[in-house]
């Protein structure tokens, strides 16, 4: 049950941002990670990442707790965070291989391909033309 609130909180928190136009009402939404962790740290690094979550949760928890009010005492409203850890392409705890990570799809907006391109030095800049031919 747990996870699925955690879903649920990060796609409600997603939404409001996305469609909030005042940025001191969007609540948090932030990421850490680092695509440069070699395969052999995996298992150490995610232990890491694991028992400082847990620590961070105990303490928001306990935090959330001083200002819970009796239900019905007066309106009220669900206030958290959720932690997830990322990691991709995933690696099992026992896997000791290399695995690389897949390539990034290209885009898919021709302009944007174009920008890529150019911005790479396989595509020369078209020249601009008024009118249509």
Do not use: F
Not at 45 to 74: F, H, M, N, T
Not at 119 to 130: A, D, N, Y
Request: glycine share 4%; aromatic share 2%; net charge positive.
């Amino acid at each position: 049950m747990h996870l699925l609130m955690a879903v649920l909180g990060q796609l409600v928190t997603v939404k409001h941002n996305l469609t909030c136009k005042n940025d001191e009402e969007k609540l948090l939404q932030r990421l850490a990670s680092n695509p440069s962790i070699p395969t052999r740290l995996v298992r150490q690094v995610r232990e890491e990442i694991r028992a400082e979550a847990i620590d961070c949760l105990w303490r928001i928890d306990e935090r959330l707790r001083q200002y819970e009010v009796p239900p019905g005492s007066e309106p009220t409203t669900r206030v958290g965070m959720s932690v997830c850890a990322v990691e991709y392409p995933i690696i099992t705890a026992t896997a000791r291989k290399t695995v690389q990570a897949p390539e990034p799809t290209p885009p898919t907006n021709p302009g944007r391909k174009a920008r890529l391109a150019r911005s790479q030095g396989t595509l020369e800049k078209p020249s601009r033309r008024r009118g249509r031919s």
